[in-house]
């Protein structure tokens, strides 16, 4: 298969009062195309922040110290994302990768309609579509036979027309830019704001938003948790996204929304071919809709295999433990004893020897690296784990 | 059956105001005609999404939300209780209203009620926000004993440390700050708080739902020690079924105000009887991609609890629903044993 991100020895640091926070350190992951890759991992283990290195979104204090992300959307040749420009970057954020984020309350601007948003992201990276269907659209209504437009109207569509045609030719052209400054005048541009929102509630649609016209229209806060959801979806997918990251986008949802979502999610993934990153602290969803699952801890990647591998046959002592923790029906939850290590003074060796069972003197002294254990599984751990925990449960 | 906490018609409604003089317009029917026994030692589970007034069932129980209607009787003794049935079949208010009036929490206000909270206790949802930052550890702990006045001076430390200890947390964290403290031990500091007055009835406001999985199961085995440890009786609220089901002895689903269902955790999970709580478990995904059962989608969100669906307030997501449904409303019925149904068509 085809790899469409390559992340290869990514370390991120926050350099905090309290001393460096190592976010994510040494992190090496790749996605290929098509699939749905989870990744899992209790709070501030650094999911979240791939992400954000992907998107290259870390604010200072946070910084990428080094390694580098290739990007391969259409299958002739890769970029660094860490190497391009602010200006490049951006107009591969919201088209080429997009993110939906964990709280649709906060994702969403609470002063603008959902119509608005979603036109805003289809006017940044799809206008060149939107003007020409602009101009076809003007040029439709003068070649109508015997419609007796007035004079002033036809004058009018002859100005938005010549203007269209300017951004078209000349992204940069200067005229048109300066009309948009000033007020009134700005309006000669409406019928790009109304493709745009044509485009918005087709998306609207594809999300299964009922009524979608009036949603339209609509302030977040007059929608609940679930349909916010939705438009947040369909604004990271107005695009056509070649690669998705969603950042636990049903955390705040209920279930029986969450079942909603995840079921959309995977429909659309279908729909639109593209790979979705999905990050999520529960395991069932992971166990639900991804292909494969990379499980973090202290910033790097513990275990990656696909899914019925990992869930059945789990090799890495963390990802057991974190597997025995999840209630079920019928079974005891078995904890993990211990807490999470300060991110400011990381435990030397392997993060999780504190908490592990399993724990030798080598696993305080060096930190394992990523090894493949069988095609397609690889682990970090200095343990051979295959056979030392099914011994003591045979016994 | 002798029950710790008895709740009967209990209603619970938050106006709608509206215009200039704040006229009620409409009502959010938040807790709705619920009865629930919670017998001495049981650990309930409450069970439903949000929005579906669990939270408000809970606070209206330890009387933090006034009742708009409906009794609640604490710890009253069996003969009292039977009493006040039989004056309520004879409607006879000469004797009821002495005896509402002597045991009725939802009637109680002041000293009386004061007396009964030490016996009562909430253990809220999120720990970053239900400790004061500006306390110190010790503070915390030690001001429960303080408005009650059980423990006074010297002995107050030494308790602390104790109920420290108790919560798997150390004496030398009490000088400490809540913002020093990850969020699975400030939910420890929370029960220990909870604890400092010995009551005997604790309701739990979902109180792992925003903690991991690895610490979640840390605080729901230290519940079940402190359970067996003091005797106590737990109302537990929680949106996550498979939580409720690993630890509670019975589980009551609530939707939109009302008790759909109430059984034992493995009978619900085995053969759920109402159709929500089947989609329920069926909507809840399990670590375990062989194990994938028959999703259920559910269509449609919650309808508003002011102005609920007439009729069984399911019907309109419900597969199952007929005229019935959408005409009357299903009484809580007893359908086998310890099990109760709200629905005129059960899945078995």
């Known amino acids: 298969m085809e790899k469409l991100v390559q992340i290869k020895g990514v370390s991120v640091n926050f350099y905090t009062y309290e001393g460096v926070v190592r976010a994510l350190n040494n992190l090496t992951l790749d996605i290929y195309r098509g699939e749905t890759l989870g990744l899992v991992g209790e709070t501030g283990c650094g999911k979240t922040m791939t992400a954000f290195a992907i998107l290259r979104l870390i604010m200072p204090p946070g910084k990428i110290e080094s390694g580098s992300i290739l990007f391969n959307p259409n299958g002739s040749e890769s970029v660094d994302l860490l190497q391009l420009s602010e200006n490049n970057i951006r107009a591969i954020r919201g088209s080429k990768i997009s993110m939906v984020f964990q709280e649709p309350g906060n994702a969403l601007n609470p002063v603008y309609t959902i119509g608005d948003q979603i036109s805003e992201v289809i006017l940044l990276h799809r206008k060149g579509e939107m003007i020409s269907r602009a101009i076809a659209d003007i040029d439709s209504i003068e070649g109508l036979p015997g419609n007796r437009w007035g004079m002033l109207s036809s004058y009018f569509r002859r100005i938005q027309r010549y203007l269209l045609k300017k951004i078209q030719s000349n992204p940069e052209a200067r005229l048109p830019l300066i009309v948009q400054k000033i007020p009134l005048a700005r309006r000669l541009f409406w019928r790009l704001n109304s493709e745009a929102e044509k485009t918005a509630l087709h998306m609207l649609k594809e999300v299964d938003i009922p009524d979608a016209q009036r949603i339209l229209g609509y302030y977040p806060h007059q929608l609940s948790g679930g349909m916010k959801q939705r438009a947040v979806i369909a604004m990271a997918l107005a695009c056509s996204p070649k690669f998705l990251i969603a950042d636990e986008p049903t955390t705040a949802l209920d279930v029986t929304i969450q079942a909603q ?28 809709i991804c292909d494969r699952v990379g499980v973090m801890y202290g910033g790097s990647i513990v275990e990656l295999a696909e899914v019925n591998e990992l869930f059945v046959t789990p090799l890495h002592p963390y990802t057991r433990a974190l597997l025995a923790a999840v209630p079920r029906p019928g079974e005891e939850p078995m904890p993990i004893p211990g807490y999470i290590p300060d991110p400011t003074d990381p435990p030397p060796g392997c993060p999780f020897h504190p908490r592990c069972s399993l724990a030798r003197d080598i696993c305080r002294l060096e930190r394992p690296e990523l090894r493949e254990v069988s095609p397609g599984h690889l682990i970090s751990c200095h343990v051979d784990t295959g056979e030392s925990i099914d011994s003591p449960s045979q016994n | ?141 030690s001001e429960p004993m303080i408005v009650h006045n059980t423990v006074s001076g010297e002995e107050r430390l030494s308790r602390s440390a104790e109920l420290m200890k108790l919560v798997g947390l150390s004496e030398k964290h009490l000088p400490r700050y809540p913002h020093q403290f990850s969020g699975g031990q400030r939910q420890r500091i929370a029960i220990a708080r909870a604890l400092a007055t010995t009551p005997k009835f604790i309701v ?12 979640q199961a840390q605080i729901l085995i230290l519940l079940k020690e402190l359970k067996q440890k003091f005797n106590l009786t737990y109302l537990y609220i929680t949106h996550a079924l498979t939580v409720a089901e690993s630890v509670c002895d019975s589980i009551a689903v609530m939707y939109l105000g009302k008790i759909v269902e109430y059984g034992e955790p493995g009978a619900i999970f085995k053969e759920p009887m109402h159709p929500y709580t089947q989609a329920l478990i069926l909507s809840t995904p399990i670590p375990d991609p062989q194990r994938k059962r028959g999703r259920l989608v559910l269509p449609g969100e919650v309808p508003s609890p ?43």
């Open chain 1, 261 to 288: 979502i995840l079921e959309l999610l995977q429909r659309l993934k279908n729909e639109f071919n593209s790979s979705v990153l999905y990050i999520t602290h529960d395991l069932g969803v992971a166990a639900a």
């Open chain 2, 306 to 348: 002011s102005n609920p669906p007439p009729g069984c307030r399911f019907h309109p997501r419900c597969s199952r629903a007929t005229d019935v449904c959408a005409q009357t409303e299903p009484p809580l019925e007893l359908r086998g044993q310890n099990r109760k149904v709200a629905c005129w068509h059960p899945l078995v």
């Open chain 2, 1 to 141: 059956m002798t029950a710790l906490v008895r709740t009967k018609n209990l209603k619970t409604y938050f106006p709608i105001l509206q215009g200039i003089i704040r006229r009620p317009v409409g009502y959010v029917k938040a807790v709705d005609d619920i009865s629930l026994d919670v017998a001495p030692g049981q650990w309930l589970g409450l069970v439903g999404e949000s929005g579906c007034g669990k939270t408000t069932l809970g606070k209206t129980i330890l009387r933090l939300i006034e009742p708009t209607s409906g009794h609640i009787y604490f710890d009253t003794p069996s003969e009292i209780l039977e009493q006040i049935e039989s004056a309520e079949a004879e409607a006879d208010q000469c004797k009821l209203k002495p005896l509402y009036h002597a045991h009725d929490l939802a009637a109680f206000s002041g000293g009386k009620l004061k007396v009964l909270r030490k016996d009562m206790q909430l253990v809220h949802q999120d720990p970053f926000s239900s400790l004061n930052p500006r306390m110190k550890i010790k503070d915390i702990i």
């Open chain 2, 204 to 215: 739990f406001d979902e109180p792992t739902s925003a903690l991991d999985v690895s610490v």
